[in-house]
C-alpha cells in the first residue's frame, strides 16, 4: 500500500478545507438545545430535528450583531459556515446569523402546559407555603449520583449541622423519571411510617438541556407538588433554566446549591449573634449591679457614725418620757379633782343639797372620762408616730437592705466591699443575704 501516512492533524486539517469550501454560507433549520452562554461573550448550543443534530458556535462579535435571545426549545434559522474542530474532531457550525422560526416541539409543549396550569391557580402566591425559619429534618428528592446532591450536602453540612437529612433516590432524566419523582413526593407527603416529620422538601437535579429537564415540566410532577402539604423547593439546573417545577413549588432556587442555602440559616452567622447577645446580656447585668452598688454606697455613707439600734433606742427613751409625762398628768389631775371632791363633800356635809351632789358628781364622770380620753388619744398618737419613725429605721439600715434582696459583701476585717479593686485574689469574702452568709473566695 503506498497511500502516504498522514498525521491526526493533518487529516483533520484536510477534512476541515474540504467542509468549508463545500458548505460555506449555508442555512440550517432545526431546534435549539443545550444553550450554554460563556463569559467570554462567545455562545454555544445545538440544533436538531427527529433524525440528528449538529454543533453550533456564534462567536462574541457576531453575539453581539444578533440581538435575538437564544433559549433550548426554540426553532430557529442559523446561517454560517460547516467547520471542523479539530480539538474534539467534531464538525460544527460557526453561526453569523439567526432568525427565529416559532417554538420547538419541547417549547411548545412547555408553554401549553404551563397555561393550563396557571390558569387552574397552580401558580397562585396565595397558595404557596411559608418555610420553616429552623426546619430540622429535610428531605431531597434527587439522583443519588448527581453532583448536585453533593453539593447540596456539602453546603448544609456547614451551614446547618444539626439538620436530619433523608436523600429519597429517583431518576432526574428519561422515560419514566417524571413518574418517580412524582411518587416520590407523594409518598413523603403521605408521612409514611418508621420516618421522622419533614419539615420541608427539596426537589431538583444539576444543569443540561430542556431534554434533559424535561421530567420536571411533565404534569404528574407539577399535581404531585402543588398538593403536598409539605414546604417544597424547586432546585433545577441553572439560574436561567425555568421548568414547570418552579412555577409550582412553594420557593424556586436558581440552583441545587442556593437551595442549600435558602432552606436554613447559617450556623455560624446565628452563633456570632447569641455570642453578641451574650455580651450585651452581660454588659446590662453588670451596669445593673453598678448602680445598685452606688446606692447600697449611699445609704451606707448615710448611716456612717449613726447606728440604727441606738436611734431607735433614743426614740424609745422619748416615749417613756412622754408615758411617765401623762401617767403623772393623769395622776396630778385626778388628785386635784379628789381634792375638789371632798372640798365640795364637805361643804355638802353642811348643806347637804342632794342635787347639788348628783350634778357634782355628773361633772366629775364627765371630766375623768375627757381626762382618759385624752390621755389614752394622746399616748396612741405618740406610739403610731414612734412605729413610722421605727419602720423609717429599718427600711434605712442594712437589714431592710437585705430583705429588698441586696446583699452586702465584707471583707476579712469585717468593712463593705464597694471596690473589686481592693481585695487581692485569695481574699476571703462574707457576703450577708436576707437569709444568712455566704462565703466565698475571690479569684
Given at each position: 500500500?503506498?497511500?502516504?501516512?498522514?498525521?491526526?492533524?493533518?487529516i483533520s486539517g484536510?477534512?476541515?478545507?474540504?467542509?468549508?469550501?463545500?458548505?460555506?454560507?449555508?442555512?440550517?433549520?432545526?431546534?435549539?438545545?443545550?444553550?450554554?452562554?460563556?463569559?467570554?461573550?462567545?455562545?454555544?448550543?445545538?440544533?436538531?430535528?427527529?433524525?440528528?443534530q449538529?454543533?453550533?458556535?456564534?462567536?462574541?462579535?457576531?453575539?453581539a450583531?444578533?440581538?435575538?435571545?437564544?433559549?433550548?426549545?426554540?426553532?430557529?434559522?442559523?446561517?454560517?459556515?460547516?467547520?471542523?474542530?479539530?480539538?474534539?474532531?467534531?464538525?460544527?457550525?460557526?453561526?453569523?446569523w439567526?432568525?427565529?422560526?416559532?417554538?420547538?416541539?419541547?417549547?411548545?409543549r412547555?408553554?401549553?402546559?404551563k397555561?393550563?396550569?396557571?390558569?387552574?391557580?397552580?401558580?397562585?402566591?396565595?397558595?404557596?407555603?411559608?418555610?420553616?425559619?429552623?426546619?430540622?429534618?429535610?428531605?431531597i428528592?434527587?439522583s443519588?449520583?448527581?453532583?448536585a446532591?453533593?453539593?447540596?450536602?456539602?453546603?448544609?453540612?456547614?451551614?446547618?449541622?444539626?439538620?436530619?437529612?433523608?436523600?429519597?433516590?429517583?431518576?432526574?432524566?428519561?422515560?419514566?423519571a417524571?413518574?418517580?419523582?412524582?411518587?416520590?413526593?407523594?409518598?413523603?407527603?403521605?408521612?409514611?411510617?418508621?420516618?421522622?416529620?419533614?419539615?420541608?422538601?427539596?426537589?431538583?437535579?444539576?444543569?443540561?438541556?430542556?431534554?434533559?429537564?424535561?421530567?420536571?415540566?411533565?404534569?404528574?410532577?407539577?399535581?404531585?407538588?402543588?398538593?403536598c402539604?409539605?414546604?417544597?423547593i424547586?432546585?433545577?439546573?441553572?439560574?436561567?433554566?425555568?421548568?414547570?417545577?418552579?412555577?409550582?413549588?412553594?420557593?424556586?432556587?436558581?440552583?441545587?446549591?442556593?437551595?442549600?442555602?435558602?432552606?436554613?440559616?447559617?450556623?455560624?452567622?446565628?452563633?456570632?449573634?447569641?455570642?453578641?447577645?451574650?455580651?450585651?446580656?452581660?454588659?446590662?447585668?453588670?451596669?445593673?449591679l453598678?448602680?445598685?452598688?452606688?446606692?447600697l454606697?449611699?445609704?451606707?455613707q448615710?448611716?456612717?457614725?449613726?447606728?440604727?439600734?441606738?436611734?431607735?433606742?433614743?426614740?424609745?427613751?422619748?416615749?417613756?418620757?412622754?408615758?411617765?409625762?401623762?401617767?403623772?398628768?393623769?395622776?396630778?389631775?385626778?388628785?386635784?379633782?379628789?381634792?375638789r371632791?371632798?372640798?365640795?363633800?364637805?361643804?355638802?356635809?353642811?348643806?347637804?343639797?342632794?342635787?347639788?351632789?348628783?350634778?357634782?358628781?355628773?361633772?366629775?364622770?364627765?371630766?375623768?372620762?375627757?381626762?382618759?380620753?385624752?390621755g389614752?388619744?394622746?399616748?396612741?398618737?405618740?406610739?403610731?408616730?414612734?412605729?413610722?419613725?421605727?419602720?423609717?429605721?429599718?427600711?434605712?439600715?442594712?437589714?431592710?437592705?437585705?430583705?429588698?434582696?441586696?446583699?452586702?459583701t465584707?471583707?476579712?476585717?469585717?468593712?463593705?466591699?464597694?471596690?473589686?479593686?481592693?481585695v487581692?485574689?485569695?481574699?476571703?469574702?462574707?457576703?450577708?443575704?436576707?437569709?444568712?452568709?455566704?462565703?466565698?473566695?475571690?479569684?
Amino acid at each position: 500500500m503506498d497511500a502516504p501516512i498522514l498525521t491526526v492533524s493533518e487529516i483533520s486539517g484536510q477534512i476541515r478545507t474540504l467542509l468549508e469550501a463545500e458548505f460555506r454560507g449555508v442555512w440550517i433549520e432545526g431546534e435549539v438545545s443545550n444553550f450554554r452562554p460563556h463569559s467570554s461573550g462567545h455562545q454555544y448550543f445545538t440544533l436538531k430535528d427527529s433524525g440528528a443534530q449538529i454543533s453550533c458556535a456564534m462567536f462574541r462579535g457576531q453575539s453581539a450583531l444578533n440581538r435575538h435571545r437564544l433559549v433550548d426549545g426554540q426553532l430557529i434559522q442559523a446561517f454560517g459556515n460547516v467547520s471542523l474542530y479539530p480539538a474534539r474532531g467534531q464538525h460544527q457550525l460557526i453561526v453569523e446569523w439567526i432568525r427565529p422560526q416559532g417554538q420547538g416541539s419541547l417549547q411548545a409543549r412547555f408553554e401549553a402546559l404551563k397555561l393550563k396550569l396557571e390558569s387552574e391557580g397552580l401558580f397562585d402566591l396565595n397558595r404557596k407555603k411559608a418555610l420553616p425559619v429552623f426546619p430540622r429534618t429535610l428531605a431531597i428528592v434527587t439522583s443519588p449520583t448527581g453532583a448536585a446532591l453533593q453539593d447540596i450536602l456539602q453546603i448544609l453540612g456547614r451551614r446547618a449541622p444539626w439538620l436530619r437529612i433523608l436523600v429519597f433516590p429517583v431518576r432526574v432524566q428519561g422515560d419514566g423519571a417524571g413518574l418517580e419523582i412524582a411518587e416520590a413526593v407523594n409518598r413523603l407527603a403521605s408521612n409514611p411510617p418508621g420516618l421522622p416529620a419533614l419539615d420541608v422538601i427539596i426537589v431538583g437535579r444539576g444543569g443540561g438541556s430542556i431534554e434533559d429537564l424535561w421530567a420536571f415540566n411533565e404534569e404528574v410532577v407539577a399535581r404531585s407538588l402543588a398538593a403536598c402539604p409539605i414546604p417544597v423547593i424547586s432546585a433545577v439546573g441553572h439560574e436561567i433554566d425555568f421548568t414547570i417545577a418552579d412555577f409550582v413549588a412553594d420557593l424556586r432556587a436558581p440552583t441545587p446549591s442556593a437551595a442549600a442555602e435558602l432552606v436554613v440559616p447559617d450556623g455560624e452567622v446565628l452563633q456570632r449573634r447569641l455570642d453578641q447577645a451574650g455580651v450585651s446580656l452581660l454588659a446590662n447585668a453588670q451596669r445593673v449591679l453598678e448602680n445598685r452598688s452606688r446606692f447600697l454606697a449611699l445609704i451606707h455613707q448615710a448611716l456612717r457614725g449613726r447606728d440604727p439600734s441606738s436611734m431607735l433606742g433614743a426614740r424609745l427613751q422619748t416615749v417613756d418620757y412622754l408615758c411617765d409625762r401623762l401617767e403623772h398628768a393623769v395622776n396630778q389631775t385626778m388628785a386635784d379633782g379628789a381634792q375638789r371632791l371632798e372640798a365640795v363633800a364637805q361643804r355638802l356635809a353642811v348643806v347637804k343639797p342632794g342635787q347639788v351632789l348628783q350634778r357634782a358628781q355628773d361633772q366629775l364622770d364627765a371630766v375623768w372620762n375627757r381626762l382618759l380620753r385624752a390621755g389614752q388619744g394622746a399616748l396612741d398618737a405618740h406610739q403610731k408616730h414612734l412605729e413610722s419613725l421605727r419602720k423609717m429605721v429599718q427600711a434605712l439600715g442594712p437589714q431592710g437592705v437585705l430583705e429588698r434582696g441586696y446583699s452586702l459583701t465584707l471583707g476579712p476585717d469585717g468593712e463593705l466591699v464597694t471596690d473589686p479593686g481592693e481585695v487581692p485574689s485569695g481574699t476571703r469574702l462574707v457576703t450577708r443575704v436576707r437569709r444568712g452568709e455566704i462565703r466565698s473566695v475571690v479569684e
